[in-house]
């Protein structure tokens, strides 16, 4: 994009180029899912011996549905488990689930069980580097749930940061079928984020104690439910709902409630009424297309959401035969304004969110500003103004009524014409390191540009232990290398927060470039992450050393090494780590880490198997881009 232009103007431009860009891979897509629909129940192609297999275990009335090929028949896909406090309420929903889909006519199985694992609990643990890669083998481990040929439609039930979109990925495999995403809901809100953040802080100073610092995290992550900070678990939830994949208001209704119940129950009911056997029948395939892609990235860069989602957003649209760009994500950053400040962006929790308005005031306000697609098929039915209204239970039923117009806490959510910045949550940079990309939403505006001699470190313990040291007393822009997905699985660095904050707190001008990911919660310090080529690939941060002065300016999507061109690109490039992995199960995992793609792609195991290498669309321009905007920005 050249030149001022209109924030609508502008997001119709990068759906339009996103569209051309995909034609083949999208147009190869549809015609493997077309291929794949039938008009009858799925299980009526098996013969007798695998039909008999599918249903030996189920009840004797259960049978007979099965038998009679004529009900529709809906797989039940769980990350549950009793560890992660987001999917401990998933224990009960399949049998209430079973019960909805026979209400309205249909028949469900327990089709599997997909894994889910805790940034929180593995940070800057050796399990951390399994993280990333849960992704895809959650995609996997969903599509070998549904490969038996049993189902006509899918419900989902995932929360956090890798199951979502692992779940999402595998379920578009299967895009000839029918899937909604059923959420559990935030925990209640807790102690206040800046106490804990203010805890931690003096912990890492060694002013209070473990026991002291363990209390202040206990009552702030205290019961079932997401945590209710603005990490990647809560990104899901709105970026599921914004692409019309939950019912709408599903996403923050806390877990236990009634209306929690009843959302779960009307969702099952739903995915039962849109299989190919009805009228209104809505593969998910047809649910995520070039559109819903880019109402998700609006969605995200209003809500200043997890970076992590720069990867996984686009992962799942290569899944579904798109192919979205970290440009495409930073042009349209430059025309979304900023609506709403959660914590780490702010003070206030994800439940204060849902009481000033949420998600459906969120997507009122995007709509009737032009800057989300409407013309959109969703799990609810067609267009996206059905998810500004909110669910209430009245006497025991389920309905929907026109959701709130104007936000009840203005330090929380802002409509567009009042926004808490003009722009949107995340920038990707260029220069001679590569691209990166940097969440900005909760950057002041004072700490977005910095120049200062590199601290160059191998990973984060290194940098742990010079900062405990003392060693760390000057500017420096921190880089933390050999953290890419090829290198170790590109574990989340958000240990390295507390010991930044309280460098930026001293004075110092402080920044972090790494080729690793920070967090779903990363915050004030700036930022330049997933840094592409990677070290492990021979990218430019390898030849980085101690001294060498750098640029991250935010305000002109800069990363620039300020050394000779010619004495840089002589310089030999650090070694990755040769030493074999093993521990915490990482020597599994040694296959996926030799044939993982690059960040900007999704950092992916599935590449060419999606038919979507590295050739197959033009490439983009890698230079640094500032795009300027009219005054259509802000609508009457």
């Known amino acids: 994009m ?100 026979i209400r309205a006519h249909g028949i469900a199985q327990f089709a599997g069980g997909v894994p889910a694992m805790c940034d929180g609990i593995t940070q800057g643990r050796d399990g951390m580097q399994l993280s990333l890669f849960s992704r895809d083998v959650i995609a996997m481990s969903a599509a070998v749930a549904l490969s038996h040929d049993m189902f006509d439609g899918t419900v989902m039930l995932g929360v956090c940061d890798k199951i979502v979109p692992g779940l999402l990925i595998g379920a578009l495999s299967f895009g000839h079928l029918p899937t909604v995403l059923i959420p559990a809901g935030p925990m209640t809100s807790g102690i206040p984020n800046g106490e804990k953040a203010k805890v931690r802080k003096l912990y890492e100073q060694g002013l209070v104690d473990r026991q002291k610092l363990l209390d202040t995290e206990a009552a702030s992550y205290h019961g079932e439910g997401t945590c209710t ?82 990867l996984h957003l686009v992962a799942i649209a290569r899944a579904a035969g798109i192919a979205l760009t970290w440009d ?25 969110f849902h009481a000033a308005g949420g998600i459906g005031l969120l997507i009122h306000e995007l709509l009737s500003a032009g800057l989300l697609h409407d013309d959109v098929q969703t799990v609810a039915g067609p267009g996206l103004w059905r998810y500004t209204e909110e669910p209430i239970v009245v006497d025991g039923e389920l309905t929907w009524r026109p959701g709130p117009t104007k936000s009840l806490d203005l330090d929380v959510l802002r409509p567009v014409s009042d926004p808490f910045s003009p722009e949107g949550g995340v920038r990707i940079v260029h220069g001679n390191l590569g691209q990166a990309v940097v969440k900005v939403s909760a950057v002041a505006p004072q700490h977005q540009v910095i120049t200062a001699p590199a601290r160059v470190f191998e990973n984060d313990a290194d940098f742990l232990k010079a900062f405990r040291a003392g060693e760390l007393t000057e500017d420096a822009i921190i880089v933390i290398r050999h953290q890419g997905p090829a290198a170790n699985g590109m574990p989340e660095l958000h240990g390295l927060t507390s010991a930044l904050a309280l460098m930026q707190d001293r004075g110092q001008k402080v920044a972090l470039v790494t080729d690793g990911r920070m967090s779903g919660a990363s ?59 093993f521990g915490a199960g990482r020597e599994l995992f040694a296959a996926f880490r030799a044939t993982v793609g690059p960040a900007d792609l999704g950092a992916s195991v599935f590449g060419d198997t999606l038919g979507m290498t590295t050739s197959t669309f033009p490439a983009e321009p890698t230079e640094p881009r500032v795009i300027s905007v009219t005054e259509e920005r802000l609508p009457a």
């Open 328 to 352: 495409d994500i930073s042009d349209l950053g430059r025309v979304v304004p900023l609506l709403s400040r959660i914590y780490p962006n702010g003070s206030a929790d994800v439940n204060h």
């Open 229 to 310: 900070f603005y990490g990647t678990a809560n990104s899901n939830q709105l970026l599921m709902e914004v692409m019309g994949l939950h019912l709408p208001g599903a996403s923050l209704p806390n877990p236990g409630t009634e209306l929690r119940d009843a959302l779960t129950d009307a969702a099952a009911a739903r995915v039962a009424g849109i299989t190919a056997q009805g009228p209104e029948y809505t593969p998910i395939a047809r649910v995520i297309d070039e559109k819903a892609i880019v109402n998700g990235v609006v969605g995200l860069l209003a809500t200043g959401g997890s970076t992590n989602h720069t």
């Open 2 to 101: 050249n030149g001022p232009v209109g924030p609508i103007a502008a997001i119709q431009e990068v759906t339009d180029r996103i569209t051309r860009r995909s034609e083949t891979t999208r147009a190869a897509y549809l015609e493997r899912i077309d291929a794949a629909i039938q008009s009858a129940p799925a299980r009526g192609r098996l013969g007798c011996a695998n039909l008999a297999h599918g249903f030996a275990a189920m009840a004797p009335e259960d049978k007979v549905v099965l038998r009679g090929n004529a009900k529709p028949n809906i797989a039940i896909v769980s990350a549950y488990n009793d560890l992660l406090s987001a999917h401990r309420p998933f224990e009960h929903y399949p049998a209430r689930i079973k019960k909805a889909v």
């Open 523 to 581: 915050g004030a310090i700036p930022a330049a992450i997933h840094v592409t080529p990677e070290a492990a690939f021979g990218g430019p941060i390898a030849r980085l050393q101690d001294g060498d002065v750098m640029t991250l300016d935010c305000t002109t999507s800069t990363l620039q090494a300020d050394v000779d061109p010619a004495e840089f690109a002589a310089r030999p490039a650090s070694a990755p780590n040769a030493a074999p992995v």
